[in-house]
Nanobody, 112 residues
């Protein structure tokens, strides 16, 4: 079992920035961030492997940056130039070949 603890959500104006953090109780191969709005499916935002391979959703490319500190079992999501459509609950995910784990979610609201 892997426990994930997220932090860093909040309210920000359009064009602003936020940084999300997620600490895992132990290492997994892939860590990433997903987001979900009410009534819609949970979608991947970005993911990073322990070796540093990164993928982004097209909607956040050039604005969001995912990074990882393997020594601290921590993944970060730096979100710049935030837009109202980025408003969602953001979930940390950690998975390996056989198991997938989720954090409790953190709300990000982009509004003036």
């Amino acid at each position: 079992q892997v426990q994930l603890v997220e932090s860093g959500g909040g309210l920000v104006q359009p064009g602003g920035s936020l940084r999300l953090s997620c600490v895992a109780s132990r290492s997994t191969n892939v860590m990433g961030w997903y987001r979900q709005v009410p009534g819609k499916q949970r979608d991947v935002v970005a993911s990073i492997t322990s070796g540093g391979s990164i993928n982004y959703a097209d909607s956040v490319k050039g604005r969001f940056t995912i990074s990882r500190d393997n020594a601290k079992n921590t993944v970060y999501l730096q979100m710049n130039n935030l837009k109202p459509e980025d408003t969602a609950v953001y979930y940390c995910n950690a998975h390996n070949l056989f198991s997938s784990y989720w954090g409790q979610g953190t709300q990000v609201t982009v509004s003036s």
